[in-house]
């Protein structure tokens, strides 16, 4: 039994509240059934937050009360062994004596599969909404689209967390929610707007003219560091503080920091064999943290975009053998914006951003753009699938090659020279030419199939 205060403060009156947790990791059975249960994806959430501020949909979160005792029932047959005092009466049933062997009839709290139970549950209640869950990604469902309709509603479900994205003036919305009341025990209902609220783990606001602004400033001020001691290998506590921080780190550059996301990276790849050194400069990487928060540099902005010329749009790079062993890293950025981008700079939304070590030793700064081009590419065929979220028709997509020696960013506005263009007109005549004049073939013969009928590649 797990027992908590759930009074406000020490001072306040016990609120007592005891939980039954089954030790799921002691399982005889383990790994021998699934427990795997999808959430949102974070491009999914971005992508749905672009849409909301482009159309200027209201956003709310919820959390779903006892989700996990609401699963579906497990198909094994499990006992537990009561705990040393029992359990006492509940409703219907009586009760239970100390060591007793109880059957375990649906999910229950430590149990390995109770978040996939609890998320098949959820799936199959919300099809009796006209939510429908996206196949390319899981925990992600839409209101309307198709027959070249726009969506008209978004749900971003986490466990038992939810973002649902949609127009309170929508009568259909309005019906929505109060199926989803009715479907399932909402513990609160919150409204997005100028006063911060979090959704998991990440401050979001939603200003007056509709833009939403997801920040990690808060986050960040409350990162404690310890200082250490002494000269060259880490022992193991120094290697636990070390690894402790990076993660702490990793979490506002994931979020909204695309820049400061290299610099952490680069410092976990060094965790196993990290250093006084090492750490040192994790300190340093902090007080970098502390100061861009600071700076107002601890958000990202999804802005009012016009959702009728949508814009997917992918920039990525390489850094030939600078890492440890000559490895290289490879970095992209996935954008929504408009055609505008195109002729000239504009505003748009960061869905998804990614820095990878290469897992090969690359001899040319050529093989490394490669492997960093497969990656961006890979990141490129999922990206546009998200489209159903909210645009119609499908927003056409390119994707640049970002070479730093030639363009640079500055501040919200980037310079680029494109060194490989993916992209054509709807009649397969290319936007942009081959060096010599003309259009050629990038010889990967599936991509322009996989990546649809107004997309071709050109060098």
């Known amino acids: 039994m797990v027992r908590t205060n759930k009074a406000s403060s020490q001072l ?25 249960s999808p959430t949102c994806p974070q491009t999914a959430v971005r992508a749905a937050k672009t849409v909301a501020a482009s159309r200027q949909w209201d956003a709310l979160t919820l959390d779903v009360t006892t989700a996990f005792l609401s699963g579906k029932a497990t198909s094994r047959k499990i006992y537990i062994k009561a705990p040393a005092e029992g359990l006492p009466p509940a409703e219907d049933w009586s009760e239970i004596t100390p060591y007793e062997l109880p059957q375990i009839l649906k999910s229950a709290y430590g149990l390995t599969e109770s978040p996939r139970l609890w998320y098949l549950e959820a799936r199959d209640r919300l099809k009796q909404t006209p939510l429908r869950e996206l196949d390319i990604s899981k925990s992600t469902f839409v209101a309307g689209g198709g027959d070249g309709k726009p969506t008209w ?34 513990k609160e209902w919150k409204t997005m707007g100028d006063k911060p609220l979090q959704f998991l783990g990440v401050w979001t606001t939603r200003s007056k003219q509709g833009e939403i602004k ?23 506590k120094g290697v636990t503080l070390f690894r402790q921080l990076t993660m702490r780190l990793r979490w506002p550059a994931q979020q909204t920091m695309p820049h400061l996301l290299y610099e952490v990276s680069s410092l976990d790849q060094r965790v196993t064999k990290a250093t006084h050194e090492d750490y040192k400069e994790s300190l340093k990487l902090t007080q970098k943290f502390i100061e861009e928060a600071e700076a107002g540099r601890a958000s990202l902005t999804y802005p009012v975009l016009n959702d009728k010329k949508m814009f997917f749009l992918s920039f990525f790079d390489a ?23 195109r002729q000239r700079p504009t505003q748009a939304s960061v869905v998804e951003f990614t820095t990878n070590k290469s897992t090969r030793v690359c001899r040319s700064s050529m093989a490394a753009e490669a492997m960093s081009m497969s990656l961006c590419v890979d990141r490129h065929l999922y990206g546009p699938g998200y489209d159903v979220v909210g645009t119609s028709p499908t927003p056409r997509r390119l994707a640049y090659h970002y070479d730093g020696s030639r363009g640079a960013c500055h501040g919200r506005k980037i310079a680029l020279r494109p060194l490989g263009i993916y992209g054509a007109n709807p009649d397969g005549t290319s936007d942009y030419a081959g060096f010599d004049g003309g259009p050629r ?19």
């Open 153 to 186: 509603a978004v749900l971003c479900l986490h466990v038992d967390d939810g973002l649902l994205l949609g127009s309170n003036r929508d009568p259909r919305f309005q019906e929505l929610r109060r199926q989803i009341d009715g479907l399932f025990k909402i």
């Open 12 to 36: 306040a009156p016990l609120i007592a509240k005891s939980r039954l947790v089954v030790p799921g990791h002691l399982d005889p059975q383990l790994g021998e059934f699934r427990t795997d």
């Open 441 to 459: 073939s990038s010889g990967i013969g599936s991509l322009r199939a996989l990546l649809g009928p107004n997309i071709s590649t050109v060098w």
């Open 214 to 236: 997801d920040d990690m400033t808060e986050y960040i001020r409350q990162i404690k560091v310890q200082e250490l001691k002494g000269t060259g290998p880490l022992d193991q």
């Open 319 to 341: 850094s030939l053998g600078k890492e440890q062993d000559g490895k290289s890293q490879l970095g992209a950025m996935h954008f929504v914006t408009t055609e505008d981008a």
